[in-house]
C-alpha cells in the first residue's frame, strides 16, 4: 500500500489473456516497457516467446503492426505480448491465461523456455488447461471464488477432489479429441 503505484507497475510484467497491440511495428510493440531495449534484447524475447520465426516472416521487429494487432493472429498476439513482458525483465511476471490460444505444442515450447529466462523473478501464471501448470512449484485450486486446493499436481492429484475432476474432463476431452 505504502509503494508508488507507478514503481509497482514498472515492477510487473503483465501479459494478459486478451493482449492488446498498439499501432507501429513490431519494435515498438516489444519496448513499450523498455524503450531503450536493444535489438539483441528484442530477439531474444521473441525467440522465449515462440514468435521470432513468425516475425523474421513477416519482414522483422520492423513489421508494421496494426491498431489492436489486427493483422497477426491471436496466437501471435499472445506471443508478441508475452515477448513485450520479456524484454521489460520485471521482477513479477503475471501470465493471466495468456497461454489459452497456443497449441499444446507451443505452449510447452514457450514455458520451458520462460524457465530460465525468469529465474530471479516471480512467476504467476493463471490458467484453465492443466497442462499449463503441471509442472508449477505451487498451484491454487479456485471453486467459485474460493481456495479450495494448494499443492504441486502430484499433492493435488491425493487430496483434492476439484483438480482430480478438472484433470479427469480435460483428460477425457483431449482423448475424444
Not at 85 to 90: C, F, H, S, T
Amino acid at each position: 500500500r505504502e509503494l508508488d503505484p507507478d514503481v509497482l507497475w514498472h515492477r510487473i510484467g503483465l501479459v494478459p489473456q486478451r493482449p492488446y497491440l498498439f499501432t507501429g511495428t513490431v519494435a515498438s510493440n516489444l519496448r513499450y516497457g523498455k524503450p531503450d531495449a536493444t535489438e539483441e534484447e528484442l530477439w531474444t524475447a521473441l525467440e522465449v516467446a515462440a514468435a521470432s520465426d513468425f516475425v523474421a516472416a513477416m519482414g522483422g521487429i520492423d513489421a508494421p503492426i496494426s491498431q489492436g494487432g489486427t493483422n497477426v493472429s491471436g496466437g501471435q498476439r499472445q506471443r508478441l505480448s508475452i515477448a513485450r513482458a520479456l524484454v521489460r525483465r520485471p521482477d513479477v511476471y503475471v501470465f493471466d491465461d495468456s497461454f489459452s490460444s497456443l497449441d499444446l505444442a507451443t505452449d510447452a515450447r514457450v514455458r520451458t523456455a520462460l524457465g530460465p529466462y525468469t529465474t530471479g523473478s516471480a512467476v504467476l501464471v493463471v490458467a484453465q488447461r492443466v497442462s499449463t501448470i503441471m509442472s508449477a512449484n505451487q498451484i491454487l485450486v479456485l471453486e467459485d471464488g474460493r481456495a479450495v486446493g494448494l499443492g504441486t499436481h502430484q499433492q493435488l492429484l491425493e487430496s483434492c477432489p476439484t483438480y482430480i475432476e478438472i484433470v479427469e474432463s480435460q483428460s477425457t476431452a483431449q482423448g475424444a479429441a
